[in-house]
């Protein structure tokens, strides 16, 4: 298991980029959550199999059609507890 906590900036608030995430990682089988931050970027959390997680970071680069990602920010990420489901907040 991995994590890594990950901050997205460009346009992912207001554009269903949270509820995406969420999709997506049920897909793949990540824990962790997706949070707006008060300067318009998104705070992911992403736990899990290595090739699961890699996989959901790539993923975050492109989001839903409506989002114009310019960056993510990862970086390794050690949880006091591991999330058991995502969510968003």
């Not at 900036?9 to 269903?16: H, L």
Request: glycine share 8%; charged share 20%.
């Amino acid at each position: 298991m991995i994590a890594r906590k990950c901050k997205v900036s460009g346009r992912v608030q207001g554009v269903y980029y949270r509820a995406s995430a969420h999709k997506r990682a049920r897909e793949l089988g990540i824990t962790g959550h997706a949070l707006n931050c008060a300067d318009g970027s998104v705070e992911v959390l992403a736990c899990g199999e290595h090739v699961q997680v890699e996989t959901f970071v790539q993923w975050l680069w492109v989001g839903p059609s409506a989002a114009k990602v310019s960056s993510v920010e990862v970086v390794e990420h050690q949880p006091a507890e591991w999330p058991v489901e995502f969510t968003t907040g």
